[in-house]
T-cell receptor, first 116, second 114 residues
Framework: AQSVTQLGSHVSVSEGALVLLRCNYSSSVPPYLFWYVQYPNQGLQLLLK??????LVKGINGFEAEFKKSETSFHLTKPSAHMSDAAEYFC??????????????FGQGTTLQVKP | DAGVTQSPTHLIKTRGQQVTLRCSPKSGHDTVSWYQQALGQGPQFIFQ???????QRGNFPDRFSGHQFPNYSSELNVNALLLGDSALYLC?????????????FGQGTRLTVV
């Protein structure tokens, strides 16, 4: 069965510092991996996705993530945090293959706090 | 493009009542999925509709049911509401048949059961 673990429910960084949000997945078949962001009282917005092409994926707002099969990880990074990055971040997995219906399995989420 | 729209945005119901939530998918999308997001948790998959049929279902009781209309819009119905059903309900639309299809989410409906 697929699962996603996000290490650290709360991450706090200073403005301008590196952002690192951790995600590990479990999947019996090649996965598709996603990072979503959720601002207060809003739905989810896709930041980036991994689809078995390049292992380093660039997304919106300066975020990127690297797929490491050996570590079953898909950590999200941003070189320099902005105040506007403060939000809830979710890692999600779905399974590749003909039976893929796009069902997403989400992690518990990581709250990113950015201090001035 | 209005994106995915959900109604209502907020709802308060009493235990035992029934509720219907509505979702209009992004233009051009034919698949609708519903998720429940409890406070402080990640979204949990409820079910997915495609071609007006429930195609896949998560670990939710039969009190949760849905419908998809010919115009691809969808409803989520919950019967015999419990306090534990209080959550943000998210609708996501996508286009079937595409690998790693991207799901677009609505703003959600905040359901409070008292």
């Amino acid at each position: 069965a697929q699962s996603v673990t996000q290490l650290g429910s709360h991450v706090s960084v200073s403005e301008g510092a590196l952002v690192l949000l951790r995600c590990n997945y479990s999947s019996s078949v090649p996965p598709y991996l996603f990072w979503y962001v959720q601002y207060p009282n809003q739905g989810l917005q896709l930041l980036l996705k991994y689809t078995s092409a390049a292992t380093l994926v660039k997304g919106i707002n300066g975020f990127e993530a690297e797929f490491k099969k050996s570590e079953t990880s898909f950590h999200l990074t941003k070189p320099s945090a902005h105040m506007s990055d403060a939000a809830e971040y979710f890692c999600a997995v779905s399974e590749a293959g003909s039976s893929n219906t796009g069902k997403l399995i989400f992690g518990q989420g990581t709250t990113l706090q950015v201090k001035p | 493009d209005a994106g995915v729209t959900q109604s209502p945005t907020h709802l308060i119901k009493t235990r035992g009542q029934q509720v219907t939530l509505r979702c209009s998918p992004k233009s051009g999308h034919d698949t609708v999925s519903w998720y429940q997001q409890a406070l402080g948790q990640g979204p949990q998959f409820i079910f997915q509709y495609y071609e007006e049929e429930e195609r896949q279902r998560g670990n939710f009781p039969d009190r949760f049911s849905g419908h998809q209309f010919p115009n691809y819009s969808s409803e989520l119905n919950v019967n015999a509401l419990l306090l534990g059903d209080s959550a943000l309900y998210l609708c996501a639309s996508s286009l079937d048949g595409r690998e790693a299809t991207e799901a677009f989410f609505g703003q959600g409906t905040r359901l409070t059961v008292v």
